[in-house]
């Protein structure tokens, strides 16, 4: 027999409400008792009845995370952190991915999921401004990252163009007077890549340098692939740079491999710097300095503002920090 929410407010010596409250997920409970309630609830096997609350209160219980790549390294760390919030918050996630294409960005933003969940954690990289404007579907939207005109929408990110910013310019203050900037994708929509971009042009600034073309250096794709071909061709310049900033730490991981295949050594020769802070990153060999985006931060920001929709929408900024490690 299916424990019920009375049987796990006995166990724990708590009101049947309040253990109610831990289950769907309500804020203001105190941690210890939302501790013996969730060992309770353990204890006992016990599980809500979703289709029961879902007539009940009209919600779904679910959340749709639409992101470009499961497989990317970001998305799927990202991915992680959002399901174990959305757990604790008596949430599930409902995973979809896109490969940015447009079309598929498109469905899922004009409501392909709406009967489905409760709300959509969005992370497009096709889909034009005009088209998230143009949005009717009622069901509340949050969008992951950086991108421009967006006004109007529910927006959780890091400040881009500080991180690059703060990542170029440690790159300087090594002595590094020629780096590049690996990364660039002129033909995407999303505005993450042309905020790291400014980030880094206002660095070269603030060190009193100018711009220089041929070290700003675009990819198809974000990739470990992209990362090594982009490096090969900054090292056949007749004036190679001496560090390079990556838009992300797959680049910058293949990047690295590129100098090692050039004998190039790192961070001797030539310092590098990532954006992301994989985990991959950490055991490369020298381990990669990156912008480490609080990613458990964007996720309860980005939950809240789902679950807890004001009249106005907002643009909320999370956390970041400089991780130096032994590429720089």
Not at 76 to 102: F, K, N, S
Not at 317 to 326: D, W
Request: aromatic fraction near 4%; charged fraction near 25%.
């Amino acid at each position: 027999m299916n424990p019920k929410l009375r049987d796990v407010a006995e166990h724990a010596g708590v009101s049947v409400r309040t253990v109610s409250n831990v289950v769907n997920g309500f804020r203001y409970v105190a941690p210890a008792t939302r501790e013996r309630v969730q060992a309770s609830i353990d204890a006992l096997g016990y599980r809500p009845n979703l289709a029961a609350r879902t007539l009940r209160r009209g919600r779904t219980g679910l959340i749709a995370l639409v992101i470009p790549e499961i497989d990317s390294p970001y998305f799927a760390e990202l991915a992680a952190r959002t399901v174990r919030v959305a757990e604790a918050r008596g949430l599930t996630v409902l995973i979809d991915q896109t490969d940015g294409d447009a079309e598929r960005e498109k469905q899922l933003l004009h409501g392909q999921r709406s009967q489905l969940v409760d709300g959509v954690l969005f992370s497009p990289w096709a889909v034009a401004p005009a088209e998230l404007a143009a949005r009717t579907d009622p069901v509340p939207l949050v969008l992951l990252g950086e991108h421009d005109g967006t006004g109007g929408v529910d927006h959780v990110a890091i400040d881009n163009v500080a991180a690059a910013r703060e990542a170029t310019a440690h790159l300087l203050a090594s002595g590094r007077r020629r780096v590049a900037a690996l990364g660039i994708q002129p033909r995407s929509l999303n505005a993450t890549a042309r905020q790291r971009l400014t980030g880094y042009r206002q660095a070269l600034a603030d060190a009193g340098l100018a711009e220089t073309p041929e070290l700003e250096i675009a990819v198809r794709r974000l990739h470990r692939a992209d990362g090594h071909a982009a490096m090969l061709t900054l090292l056949d310049l007749p004036e190679p740079p001496d560090a390079v900033f990556c838009f992300t730490d797959e680049l910058a991981l293949g990047a690295l491999r590129a100098a090692a295949d050039r004998g190039v050594t790192v961070p001797g020769e030539l310092a590098l710097a990532g954006f992301d802070d994989i985990e991959d990153g950490r055991y490369s060999v020298p381990a990669l300095t990156t912008v480490s985006p609080d990613k458990d931060r964007i996720a309860e920001l980005a939950l809240d503002r789902l679950t807890q929709p004001a009249a106005e929408p907002r643009s909320i900024v999370a956390p970041h920090r400089l991780v130096v490690r032994g590429t720089s």
